[in-house]
């Protein structure tokens, strides 16, 4: 069903003549009434648009890279530091602040614009909702979690490891597969088929599957060449400290360098192509 206007001066003609070719203007996709549950299309708005985009920035970049920081590149830069802190360690904890700040942020726009909870009531869209929620809680939770992080050398520390590994993983998992579901809102426009935006979100997927996948083989390739080095490495520390702290030793040495990883620029290439 479809309601039809006509603006002018002048009414039309008792034969009809000045309707004969209308052009048609369609504001929603058409509905069969003879479909049960079928509601009104609601239209789209800047909150509904920047929540999307605020999600994406939050979990395709900053989320992606911070993780990607976390497990490959803890050794990509020696010696460096930022804060007092190792360069690695603060580059995932400003890029994972930023995936927390910008998911909050989205999570706030779109109950602004909702006036509350959604009322999505059809399946899968009706997911979208729930999983934005846990993945807030998850988003929220890791942070605390790494605030009660122990000491390297603590017998716990392997559990605590696992379990903001555990945590961040599912939140991304939940995350990517929330974005697939929220292109498919007609909140979000017309992309209830396949297009380009869900094509972007497919390739991005791939592309980082890819990506962790030759660092994993590229860490493990590695692994022996790199273990040796940092055991060499440990030893002449040691004897820098032996002989810091021996009276006797009249000779001065310098603090012996971190070593440089092999497969650094490997990293650094697909550090910049992400």
């Known amino acids: 069903v479809y309601m039809t206007a006509s603006l002018g001066t002048e009414p039309p003609s008792p034969s009809g003549e000045g309707l004969d070719k209308p052009t048609w203007t369609y504001t929603t996709p058409a509905r069969k009434l003879s479909v049960v549950g079928v509601r009104a299309s609601q239209p789209r708005s800047g909150l509904a648009k920047a929540h999307g985009c605020f999600m994406i920035l939050a979990w395709v ?11 490959y590149y803890k050794l990509q ?50 997911l979208h909702p729930i999983l934005g929620i846990i993945v807030t809680i998850l988003t929220f939770m890791n942070p605390l979690i790494a605030l009660c992080r122990c000491d390297p ?35 979000a426009g017309d992309l209830s088929s396949i297009n380009y935006h869900i094509w972007l979100l497919i390739f991005f997927v791939l592309f980082q599957f890819i990506v962790e996948i030759i660092l994993e083989i590229h860490t493990l390739y590695h692994w022996k060449r790199n273990k040796k080095l940092w055991q060499a490495y440990r030893l002449e520390l040691e004897e ?34 992400h």
């Open 240 to 273: 820098y400290n032996t002989a810091k702290t021996n009276p006797v030793s009249l000779q001065p040495r310098s603090r012996p360098l971190e070593p440089l990883p092999r497969g650094r620029c490997l990293r650094v290439f697909l550090m910049s192509l």
């Open 61 to 71: 970049l900053c989320a992606s890279i911070g993780t990607l920081i976390a497990r």
């Open 77 to 126: 830069w020696p010696g460096r530091l930022l804060g007092r802190e190792a360069f690695w360690f603060q580059l995932h904890r400003i890029l994972m602040g930023f995936t927390c700040c910008l998911t909050l942020l989205s999570f706030i726009l779109i109950f602004i614009d909702l006036r509350g909870y959604s009322g999505l009531d059809s399946f899968p869209e009706l």
């Open 153 to 187: 050398s603590h017998e716990n520390r392997p559990c605590f490891n696992w379990i903001h590994w555990l945590v961040g993983t599912i939140a991304y998992v939940l995350a990517v597969l929330n974005l697939f579901l929220g292109l498919r809102l007609e909140r």
